[in-house]
C-alpha cells in the first residue's frame, strides 16, 4: 500500500478556514477546490485529482523497530545528551521505565506510511516541511515495533508575497504491535 491513498468519505480537517487549528470531530464534508480570488490567477497549483486525496489515507507501512543503537546514534546527531537515551539504568529509573524513544526520531526514519510516502500532485516542485505537532498517548520505548499510517487531512491554496504555495496538512498515527496509537503527529508541508 506504499503511497497509494485508501478510503475516502468526508474528512475531518480539525482545520479551519483561516488555517489555525480547530477541534477534531463534526466536520461536515471536505474543502472544495478555490474558487475567487488570488489563487485564480493562471493555472492553481492543485490539480482537480489533488483534491479528490483529502481525507484518503495510507499505510500502516512497513514496520520499523526502536533498536538502542538507532536512537544513541540519533541522539549524538541532534546534540541530545540526556542519559536516559543512552544508559538503561537512568532510563529504568525516569518516567518512562525504560529507553524512550526521542519524540522526533520516526520523522527521519520511516520508509513507509509517513507523509513522504504521499504521492500529492501537485504543480509545484519545491518543497520544505512548514511545521509538526506532536502528541503522545504513549511513550514509545527502545525495542517496541511501530508503523505509520497517514490521512491527508487539508489543502489549501494561497498567495503570498512571493507566489502562489500550497499547505498540506496530514495526520500520522504510530502504531504499536498491538495497534495502540502511540503518537500522532500533524504536520504542515508547504510546496512552491
Not at 538507532?70 to 546534540?79: A, L, N, P
Amino acid at each position: 500500500m506504499n503511497g497509494t491513498p485508501s478510503g475516502g468519505g468526508a474528512p475531518d480537517s480539525g482545520w479551519t478556514a483561516g488555517g489555525t487549528r480547530g477541534v477534531a470531530g463534526g466536520a461536515s464534508g471536505g474543502p472544495a477546490a478555490p474558487s475567487g480570488g488570488d489563487a485564480d490567477v493562471g493555472e492553481s497549483l492543485v490539480p482537480p485529482e489533488a483534491w479528490e486525496l483529502i481525507g484518503r489515507q495510507i499505510g500502516p507501512g512497513k514496520p520499523l523497530t526502536v533498536y538502542a543503537n538507532d536512537v544513541e546514534r540519533f541522539c549524538r546527531t541532534i546534540g541530545e545528551d540526556n542519559p536516559i537515551f543512552f544508559d538503561e539504568k537512568a532510563a529504568r529509573q525516569s518516567v518512562y521505565g525504560g529507553r524512550p524513544m526521542p519524540l522526533t526520531f520516526p520523522l527521519t526514519r520511516f520508509e513507509s506510511g509517513d507523509e513522504r510516502s504521499f504521492q500529492v500532485p501537485l504543480h509545484a516542485t519545491r518543497r520544505v516541511r512548514g511545521e509538526d505537532e506532536l502528541i503522545v498517548l504513549r511513550p514509545i520505548k527502545v525495542g517496541d515495533t511501530i508503523r505509520a499510517r497517514t490521512r491527508l487531512v487539508d489543502i489549501q491554496e494561497k498567495t503570498g508575497r512571493t507566489g502562489r504555495m500550497v499547505f498540506l496538512r496530514f495526520e500520522t498515527e504510530y502504531l504499536l504491535d498491538d495497534d495502540e496509537v502511540a503518537m500522532i503527529v500533524r504536520t504542515t508541508i508547504v510546496r512552491r
